[in-house]
């Protein structure tokens, strides 16, 4: 009888290998870009999607980004003096806490912060994030997109909808075949922090509250062996 793959045994020195080679991996990867770039950014990324990021790199062909193991990439850039790849180097490391990443490139400083600063993604909000703005679907009918509308340019949303709506929490009931609300509903109020419920709900009525951005938070220019802050640029 042959075993059930089901029953088959990792062994976690396995995954742990493999996981000090992916790091090891990065860690030259990031050393050997360091030697290739001119700038080195350091980035953030509010409402992560990993599609968007792929847009990123499909524009910055000739660059390089790496978004992994913070500690390992602070590592590899060098957290003192004494450790750094490249000199002054480790005044970058500093930047890198919570999610964000490494950005390589040729390209003029200014061209690439110029382009981040106006370039973001609408999407649908993901559970767990602050609204950003109140959402309230109307009394009466139901359509498809929430009362965003004008009725005669909606549709009423189908009526085989009307038990997934009401166990997303909406008091919604059948009237001849329609989906109706006896009273207003607010599915989400500004500043609320989403639950799974409610951005089922917005994605359905084709609300979109999640801005996916690259911020920029400070550079390293090879030229000038030096570290530059966004934010104190733009002070």
Not at 73 to 85: D, F, I, V, W
Request: glycine share 6%.
């Amino acid at each position: 009888m042959p075993k059930s793959k089901r029953a088959k045994v990792v062994h976690l020195s396995k995954t742990e290998k493999k996981g000090k080679e992916l790091s090891q991996k990065l860690f030259a990867n990031v050393q050997e870009a360091a030697d290739n770039f001119e700038h080195i950014f350091v980035f953030a990324v509010e409402n992560m999607r990993n599609s968007y990021l792929k847009e990123v790199r499909s524009e910055f062909s000739d660059s390089r980004l790496f978004f992994g193991k913070t500690k390992v990439m602070a590592k590899a850039l060098g957290q003192t003096r004494a450790e750094e790849h490249l000199t002054n180097l480790s005044g970058l490391a500093k930047y890198l806490n919570g999610n964000v990443g490494l950005f390589f490139t040729n390209r003029p400083a200014q061209e690439v912060l110029d382009y981040f600063s106006n370039w973001s993604q609408t999407d649908f909000a993901r559970a767990g994030i602050a609204a950003t703005h109140t959402f309230t679907v109307p009394a009466g009918v139901v359509y498809s997109r929430g009362g965003e509308l004008p009725a005669d340019d909606d549709v009423a949303l189908p009526h085989s909808l009307e038990v997934t709506v009401r166990k997303w929490g909406m008091p919604t009931k059948l009237v001849k075949g329609k989906i109706v609300l006896d009273a207003d509903y607010t599915v989400c109020k500004e500043g609320d922090v989403l639950n799974s419920h409610q951005t089922a709900l917005l994605k359905m009525f084709g609300v979109a509250m999640a801005d996916f951005k690259v911020d920029m938070q400070a550079y390293y220019t090879k030229t000038t062996e030096s570290v530059t802050e966004i934010g104190a640029m733009e002070e």
